[in-house]
């Protein structure tokens, strides 16, 4: 098992806010589902460390965004 610095969360999560934070699909739901797909790849490849934990944990986490954005856009 693979032991989680708090310095590799920190690289990892600043490299998630400066690759998504110029970007912008002009909705909520976009931007949600472009956030949560950048920080579910580097969780995955942090916890599983192989490229399939990296893909899925994109597809996880851009559908939660998505369904986050989804959520904020009806209010």
């Known amino acids: 098992m693979k032991v989680l610095n708090i310095k590799n969360l920190v690289v990892a999560g600043a490299t998630v806010v400066l690759m998504t934070?110029?970007?912008s699909?002009?909705?909520k739901t976009g931007d949600s589902a472009l956030l949560g797909a950048?920080?579910?790849a580097v969780a995955g490849q942090l916890i599983g460390?192989?490229?399939g934990a990296t893909l899925g944990g994109a597809v996880i986490g851009g559908a939660l965004?998505?369904?986050y954005g989804d959520s904020q856009e009806k209010k």
Do not use: D, I, V
């Open 25 to 27: 699909t002009g909705s």
């Open 65 to 67: 965004g998505a369904a």
């Open 49 to 51: 460390g192989s490229t």
């Open 38 to 40: 950048g920080a579910g």
């Open 21 to 23: 934070g110029c970007q």
